[in-house]
């Protein structure tokens, strides 16, 4: 059992930059792949990245490559997810997420969430 709990969320205005921390417990996330998504109201959840299990490897949405960057410090046992350049349509609550494999890949299929973590961009 992995718990994920997200950190960082905020308020900031469009243009604005916040990181996002994801602490995870139970069990090393070390051999996980480690993932962020997001959900803006009345919308389905949608992929944001994804991180291989020793950050070799990244995966993208479109709507925020180049201004987002997922990372992690298995020592740490966190993974970040650093928002740049933020616009209003990245609102939403976003989640952390672990999933038992060695595929990255763009899909919201985890076995493990976080409970998420609001950020509110302001135009």
């Known amino acids: 059992q992995v718990q994920l709990v997200e950190s960082g969320g905020g308020l900031v205005q469009a243009g604005g930059s916040l990181r996002l921390s994801c602490a995870a417990s139970?069990?090393?996330?070390?051999?996980?792949?480690m993932g962020w998504s997001r959900q803006a109201p009345g919308k389905e959840r949608e992929f944001v990245a994804a991180?291989?299990?020793?950050?070799?490897?990244?995966y993208y949405a479109d709507s925020v490559k180049g201004r987002f960057t997922i990372s992690r410090d298995n020592a740490k046992n966190t993974v970040y997810l650093q928002m740049n350049s933020l616009k209003p349509e990245d609102t939403a609550v976003y989640y952390c997420?672990?999933?038992?494999?060695?595929?990255?890949?763009?899909?919201?299929?985890?076995?493990?969430w976080g409970q998420g973590t609001q950020v509110t961009v302001s135009s």
């Open positions: 997420a672990a999933r038992n494999t060695i595929r990255v890949d763009t899909t919201t299929d985890y076995d493990y």
């Open positions: 139970g069990r090393t996330i070390s051999r996980y792949v």
């Open positions: 991180i291989s299990w020793n950050g070799g490897v990244t």
